[in-house]
């Protein structure tokens, strides 16, 4: 017998099948999706920093305080992908795994993934299957860290999705998981992680 899961795939593939192409991407103007930033800033590091705060992200670039972050929130232990190791595993205190094993989730206390852009503009982060080495050490642990290279740092929404290529699956977050809709309460850390951090390398 198959599980509800199985079900709601095998409904899904059955969907998809008559559609063996990806629709095209529509035609759109680069220059509309901007936000003009509240100051100014020498580097667009300068700006996501500023933006990332905004939106109830952190930003470092010292792995010396992540790890004092990491044990402030009590969050010895976690995931972090297999080609971003060499940056963290030298960290007091701190340890983790590089392979994802799910019947660790509750164990997983933060997520260290790479991140494929983060947007100067808005403080946001996006993500693609192409470069999540696990999208549950992304978004299960209650500390995700995304590894941001300087050069992967954009202006704009626009120039993010110019970035998209052919991956089937992207994310963009900005900020950690939020909803309101129970007595229009703010709760941060419901669907997802309760701190996003962005380290920039």
């Known amino acids: 017998m198959s599980s509800d899961r199985e079900k709601i795939f095998s409904a899904i593939r059955s969907a998809l099948a008559p559609l063996p192409e990806r629709a095209a991407k529509p035609d759109w103007d680069n220059k509309l999706p901007v936000s003009r930033p509240a100051g100014d800033f ?5 700006q996501l920093a500023d933006k990332l705060a905004f939106a109830s992200s952190r930003y470092y670039n010292d792995s010396q305080k992540l790890a ?8 010895a232990f976690g995931y972090c992908d297999p080609e971003l190791a060499p ?16 019947s660790k989730i509750d164990e997983y206390r933060f997520g260290i993934t790479k991140a494929t852009a983060a947007v100067a503009e808005s403080g946001t982060l996006m993500f693609t299957d192409r470069d999540t080495s696990a999208r549950l050490g992304a978004l299960a642990p209650w500390i ?20 998209f290529g052919d991956d089937p699956s992207i994310i963009f977050a900005t900020g950690p998981s939020k909803t309101a809709d129970v007595e229009g309460i703010l709760i941060e850390g419901v669907h997802g992680p309760g701190i996003q951090v962005a380290f920039v390398v």
Do not use: N, P, R
């Open 42 to 46: 020498d580097t667009l590091e300068a």
């Open 68 to 75: 004092e972050l990491l044990l402030s929130e009590d969050s």
């Open 144 to 163: 995700h860290v995304a590894v941001v290279k300087k050069q992967d740092i954009v202006a704009t929404v626009g120039e993010a999705i110019s970035k």
């Open 87 to 102: 940056l963290f595993d030298k960290l007091e205190g701190i340890t983790f795994e590089t392979e994802y094993d799910e």
